[in-house]
């Protein structure tokens, strides 16, 4: 199944969805394309002034423009996930989107989905953390 | 290379980070990026002492902090965010003050939208080449020899002969097509000055016509306005050395400067909006059917407090003028009224972005319409110094820096 993550770029979301048998939905997959695609030239990340315009599905007009190009990297992510891991609290090296509003407005569009969603803390010490694996495995399992 | 160092939100994902580079590349600067550690960031955001959500916004303070504290080594500071972002504005305006209180760096703020193009920052990012790469330059109090300064502006073109540290001639008139307006004011001014052009040792050009001019006469200098306005209006008003506060009204935008012994450290310019600039007066000037050197004056009998209208957009400024003018209002009020507007969109948009530092000089076009001057300091709540021969302070400013170069060839 595609699984949504949330933060959208967490590595540590990324590995146990697919070590559980799942496909993620990151950031990485999604600017890797758009990096890799030789035919557009708006470095560094090559989110176009199409792409923010593909944002409005997203966000209305009067939405801060770095929050409708973000919104046109992840919403069609979010539109393609089939189930969904989100952190709650997670600090900005475990992983962020830099803005938070737009993480307000991932966070929302994924509850309503509908989709089957675990939310989890960002854990605070080993057992924790230990904890959270388990939880996040068998929501993976469960998904099959 | 000049290093401007970029201290941005949303850039990468507003389609406007290539506009950005490209706008600096174009003046033979670079963006660079501070290093910070992420460990670092938070220690970072809690010396600056605001604490913003957004990941990317600590990250721009982090940047700043390394910049204040001289563990990052750039020529210029560039601040951005998105256009309508609260939190973003915020913290842009408070790292312009802390990159000011605690570095020498010239900074320039800006809000993006992804229509953003390279153009739109050009004369910008070339005032940051400028005062980092001409310091000894822009330090210049007296013009010597015989210079000659053009102005090409978006309405008016100016042009100034100085001979030894004194005007000797001048002409202005509307731009139109750029060289032949150049060349006839050019003739004038030379003319009153009893100059041959055979004579002249320099010449420099600023405002929008700037390269097509330049090339044409071959000047020595050729200069965006920021840096040209500002050293002009210091030299005219008499105010070289300390701090000043320059609000240069034009045809068609705006610009709002600080400066520190006669150069530039902080600066805003407003966009093309007829709605805080001169072309509304002139709107207004037409309607009322007077001259737009009349409006001043009338204006000066007339209390703006009797007429609603706001400027904000041309298009309802215009609706607003209609209105009142439909509603039998006086010409004194009416006229009033606009002054106040183009003062209030100035003050809303421009001075937001700098500290006001006292003497504020008001040049440009508009410093010749009283109502305009006053109404600026009404809502400063002191009165601007409006220096002789205001508007030409581009083409001064340009004629005193070209014989910068009379010594240095």
């Excluded at chain 1, 997670?90 to 993480?103: D, E, I, S, W, Y």
């Excluded at chain 2, 007429?307 to 010409?331: P, W």
């Excluded at chain 2, 006292?358 to 600026?376: E, H, Y």
Aim: with cysteine; glycine share 8%; charged share 25%.
């Amino acid at each position: 199944m595609k699984i949504f993550i949330d933060p959208p770029n967490s590595l540590i979301l990324f590995d146990l969805v697919e070590r559980f048998g799942h496909e993620p939905l990151s950031t990485m997959a999604t600017i890797q394309e758009r990096v890799d695609n030789l035919e557009i030239d708006m470095p560094p990340l090559n989110v176009t002034l199409e792409d923010i315009q593909k944002g409005l599905k997203y966000a209305g007009i009067e939405v801060p423009s770095g929050i409708r190009g973000r919104m046109a990297v992840w919403g069609p992510l979010i539109d393609e996930a089939e189930a969904a891991i989100l952190m709650n609290d997670a600090p900005f090296a475990f992983g962020c989107v830099g803005c938070h509003r737009t993480n307000l407005l991932v966070d929302y569009l994924v509850k309503k989905r509908k989709i089957p969603i675990i939310e989890v803390e960002y854990p605070q010490d080993e057992d924790e953390g230990r904890d959270l694996v388990l939880k996040v495995k068998e929501f993976l399992e469960g998904l099959k | 290379m000049i290093k401007i160092a970029q201290l941005s939100c949303g850039t990468e994902y507003s389609s406007v980070q290539y506009e950005i580079e490209k706008a600096a590349r174009s003046v033979g600067a670079k963006m660079v990026h501070p290093d910070v550690e992420a460990a670092e960031i938070e220690s970072c955001v809690e010396k600056f002492g605001f604490n913003p959500v957004s990941p990317q916004l600590k990250l721009m303070i982090a940047r700043a902090v390394h910049l204040a504290e001289g563990k990052y080594d750039a020529d210029a500071v560039f601040i951005a965010t998105c256009f309508r972002c609260a939190e973003g504005a915020l913290v842009r305006n408070e790292l312009r003050r802390y990159i000011q209180e605690n570095t020498r760096l010239p900074v320039v703020t800006y809000s993006f939208t992804e229509r953003m193009k390279s153009s739109q920052l050009l004369t910008r990012m070339e005032a940051l080449v400028t005062i980092v790469s001409r310091k000894e330059l822009l330090a210049r109090e007296r013009q010597s020899g015989i210079t000659v300064g053009i102005d090409s502006g978006s309405t008016t073109t100016k042009a100034v002969v100085m001979v030894d540290n004194q005007i000797e001639g001048m002409a202005w008139g509307p731009s139109g097509e750029v060289i032949e307006s150049s060349s006839s004011l050019l003739e004038e001014a030379l003319q009153q000055a009893g100059v041959k052009m055979s004579d002249v040792e320099a010449m420099g050009t600023t405002g929008y016509g700037r390269f097509t001019i330049g090339k044409h006469f071959n000047a020595k200098l050729v200069q965006e306005e920021l840096t040209v306005n500002s050293k002009g209006a210091v030299w005219l008003a008499d105010r070289q050395r300390g701090e000043a506060t320059i609000i240069d009204i034009g045809g068609m935008d705006n610009k709002a400067i600080t400066v520190r012994d006669g150069v530039p450290d902080n600066f805003t310019m407003g966009g093309i909006c007829a709605g805080a600039s001169g072309r509304f007066l002139e709107i207004v000037s037409k309607r009322l059917k007077l001259e737009v050197t009349e409006l001043g004056a009338i204006a000066d009998q007339g209390d703006w407090r009797n007429v609603r209208m706001n400027s904000y957009c041309s298009i309802f400024g215009i609706q607003d003028l209609v209105t009142t003018l439909a509603e039998g209002k006086t010409r004194p009020d009416v006229a009033a009224a606009a002054c106040h507007s183009v003062a209030e969109q100035i003050y809303e948009q421009q001075l937001q972005e700098i500290d006001v530092r006292q003497p504020v000089i008001q040049v440009g076009g508009t410093s010749l319409i009283s109502g305009m001057v006053n109404a600026m300091g009404e809502i400063l709540g002191t009165q601007p110094i409006v220096p002789p021969h205001s508007q030409y302070i581009g083409a001064v400013g340009a004629a005193l820096l070209s014989s910068g170069f009379l010594e240095v060839v």
